[in-house]
């Protein structure tokens, strides 16, 4: 079965450090994609990036970067020169195709992130 | 931009009362999903829709349904409302079944049932 393990809880550091969330996941697919969402206080999961698993180069956006590890499972996400804005509950998200081709996405609980100025 | 939007931001109901819970977006995605976000337990489905009118049953289907009329609307129903209901509703839409599209959100309905 499709599954999600964040094992963070909750993460606390102070502005400008850098900070990795962990993602580990488990599948039967052989083709499959993983996300990460941002969940700020406002209640609005905010679409980060979405990852083939084709595609095990790692990514680089502004602060943002990931890193796709196929052979641990692992989809890890590190926030460079931490703010108080990135303060904020992390998703990462498997998909699951099911059948019929019919498309879900199987979350993990999520890790609390505070950036304490 | 891609925008879903919900009908409340905050709602607060009775135990038995019928609950309505719309959603809509305007990118003309053809799949649509409920779900619910509880403290530690993070975001579980309820149901999912891929086509007007077609519906699947998410991991906790139990207490509610849904209706989709309408391309870009979809509907979450509490029949009969319970304390137990008392949640986060996220509603997202995405572009199509063959292939898993990104799922784009809307801003949640914190829905209290006292």
């Known amino acids: 079965a499709q599954k999600v393990t964040q094992a963070q809880t909750e993460i606390s550091v102070v502005e400008k450090e850098d900070v990795t969330l962990d993602c580990v996941y488990e599948t039967r697919d052989t083709t499959y994609y993983l996300f990460w969402y941002k969940q700020p206080p406002s209640g609005e999961l905010v679409f980060l990036i979405r990852?083939?698993?084709?595609?095990?180069q790692n990514e680089i956006s502004g602060r943002y970067s990931w890193n796709f590890q196929k052979s641990t499972s692992s989809f890890n996400f590190t926030i460079t020169a931490s703010q108080v804005v990135d303060s904020a509950v992390y998703f990462c998200?498997?998909?699951?195709?099911?059948?019929?081709?019919?498309?879900?996405?199987?979350f993990g609980k999520g890790t609390k992130l505070t950036v304490n100025p | 931009d891609v925008k879903v939007t919900q009908s409340s931001r905050y709602l607060v109901k009775r135990t038995g009362e019928k609950v309505f819970l719309e959603c809509v977006q305007d990118m003309d995605h053809e799949n649509m999903f409920w779900y619910r976000q509880d403290p530690g337990l993070g975001l579980r489905l309820i149901y999912f829709?891929?086509?007007?009118?077609?519906?699947e049953k998410g991991d906790i289907p139990e207490g509610y349904s849904v209706s989709r009329e309408k391309k870009e609307r979809f509907s979450l129903i509490l029949e009969s409302a319970s304390t137990n209901q008392t949640s986060m509703y996220l509603c997202?839409?995405?572009?199509?079944?063959?292939?898993?599209?990104?799922?784009?959100f809307g801003p949640g309905t914190r829905l209290t049932v006292l």
């Open positions: 829709s891929y086509d007007v009118k077609m519906k």
């Open positions: 998200a498997l998909s699951d195709l099911g059948q019929g081709g019919s498309e879900k996405l199987v």
């Open positions: 990852r083939n698993s084709f595609d095990e």
């Open positions: 997202a839409s995405s572009l199509g079944r063959t292939s898993t599209d990104t799922q784009y």
